[in-house]
């Protein structure tokens, strides 16, 4: 086991999506930006799984994901806060929703000042109270 997947963590993953998308685009933007995060930590990643048959699965993030939603103007703070504290973020615009591939998402987020994007979701990962600021004012997604 990695010793940054020994609880108590030291740090905090956080994706915070947009709270007036429809259900499957919130889904999407979850499994987007956790994937941002996996990609860009994979000392995060847990050893992989195996059942009581022996049958082998893929590994997973290797600790807790809190999931928020915050409007429009929050998610805009959030990525100015995690910038000015130099943590990495992963983002997904609006504008994703109307393309079909990875190169074609690239180039929407590349075609916007970084102030201007229209945020749906962010992600990050880092130090528990440089998240709990970057966060505020999002909250905990509803369990329904």
Same mark, same amino acid.
């Given at each position: 086991?990695?010793?940054?997947?020994?609880?108590?963590?030291?740090?905090?993953?956080?994706?915070?999506?947009?709270?007036?998308?429809?259900?499957?685009?919130?889904?999407?933007?979850?499994?987007?930006? &956790?994937?941002?995060?996996?990609?860009?930590?994979?000392?995060?990643?847990?050893?992989?799984?195996?059942?009581?048959?022996?049958?082998?699965?893929?590994?997973?993030?290797?600790?807790?994901?809190?999931?928020?939603?915050?409007? &429009?103007?929050?998610?805009?703070? +959030?990525?100015?806060?995690?910038?000015?504290?130099?943590?990495?973020?992963?983002?997904?615009?609006?504008?994703?929703?109307?393309?079909?591939?990875? &190169? *074609?998402?690239? &180039?929407?987020? *590349? +075609?916007? *000042?970084?102030?201007?994007?229209?945020?749906?979701?962010?992600?990050?990962?880092?130090?528990?109270?440089?998240?709990?600021?970057?966060?505020?004012?999002?909250?905990?997604?509803?369990?329904?």
């Amino acid at each position: 086991m990695h010793e940054a997947l020994t609880p108590p963590f030291d740090t905090k993953i956080a994706l915070l999506v947009r709270d007036d998308l429809v259900a499957w685009q919130r889904l999407n933007v979850t499994a987007f930006l &956790a994937s941002g995060i996996t990609a860009a930590s994979p000392h995060l990643v847990g050893d992989p799984y195996a059942d009581a048959d022996g049958t082998a699965y893929l590994p997973l993030l290797g600790m807790p994901v809190l999931v928020f939603q915050a409007g &429009a103007d929050t998610l805009r703070a +959030a990525r100015e806060r995690a910038l000015r504290r130099g943590l990495p973020l992963a983002v997904y615009t609006s504008d994703m929703f109307r393309t079909g591939d990875d &190169a *074609a998402n690239r &180039a929407t987020v *590349a +075609a916007v *000042a970084g102030a201007g994007l229209d945020l749906v979701g962010l992600a990050l990962h880092g130090p528990k109270s440089a998240v709990d600021k970057v966060t505020k004012g999002a909250r905990l997604h509803p369990a329904d």
